[in-house]
T-cell receptor, first 109, second 116 residues
């Protein structure tokens, strides 16, 4: 399986600040996805970055991928209280995805 | 486009009872996943179907859990008998994946199971 490990485990910031979370993995991948999970809800897909891409943007989200270091980062700019959630990375390839424990982000109004 | 539907949303049972969860994936999605998410942990894959065949059930406790996907559409996950440690959120997801690499999974709202 391909498991992502998110870091830090928890992050607390003020509304308007930027939030950065990281993901490390161990096997080679074809793509990497980030998901968000609000409390008590299912996961929501945020963004997919392919292994031949280094950076991708979607609204206030910026994802980077460094395949040589087997790591990715998710940056949320100008955070809002509604961004309070757990964030999971999902390294993708031919094997099944194994989710880590996620980064729990709290945005304080 | 309608999302992944799950029912019930909440279920409370006594240990040793049985329970069943239902999932209706997004129309046309070939692959369906059942995950178990214990509080404070990430989702753990229990079983993956492609159409109505099982692709991966290596983490499904087969002595008590069973799942089926009839006609390659809806799916049910059953626990019989339930144990206290089965208390968790059960998530269903679907994707268009037919082979090859992992693609985007679309998750339902989940069923929160409490075993007393």
């Amino acid at each position: 399986s391909q498991q992502g490990e998110e870091d830090p485990q928890a992050l607390s910031i003020q509304e308007g600040e930027n939030a950065t979370m990281n993901c490390s993995y161990k096997t080679s991948i074809n793509n990497l996805q980030w998901y968000r999970q609000n409390s008590g809800r299912g996961l929501v897909h945020l963004i997919l970055i392919r292994s031949n891409e280094r950076e991708k943007h979607s609204g206030r989200l910026r994802v980077t991928l460094d395949t040589s270091k087997k790591s990715s980062s998710l940056l949320i700019t100008a955070s809002r209280a509604a961004d309070t959630a757990s964030y999971f990375c999902a390294p993708g390839g031919y094997q099944k995805v194994t989710f880590g424990t996620g980064t729990k982000l709290q945005v304080i109004p | 486009e309608a999302g992944v539907a799950q029912s019930p949303r909440y279920k409370i049972i006594e240990k040793r009872q049985s329970v069943a969860f239902w999932c209706n994936p997004i129309s046309g999605h070939a692959t369906l996943y059942w995950y178990q998410q214990i509080l404070g942990q990430g989702p753990k894959l229990l079983i993956q179907f492609q159409n109505n065949g099982v692709v991966d059930d290596s983490q499904l406790p087969k002595d008590r859990f069973s799942a089926e996907r009839l006609k390659g559409v809806d799916s049910t996950l059953k626990i019989q008998p339930a144990k206290l440690e089965d208390s968790a959120v059960y998530l269903c997801a679907s994707s268009t994946r037919t082979s090859g690499v992992t693609d985007t999974q679309y998750f339902g709202p989940g069923t929160r199971l409490t075993v007393l």
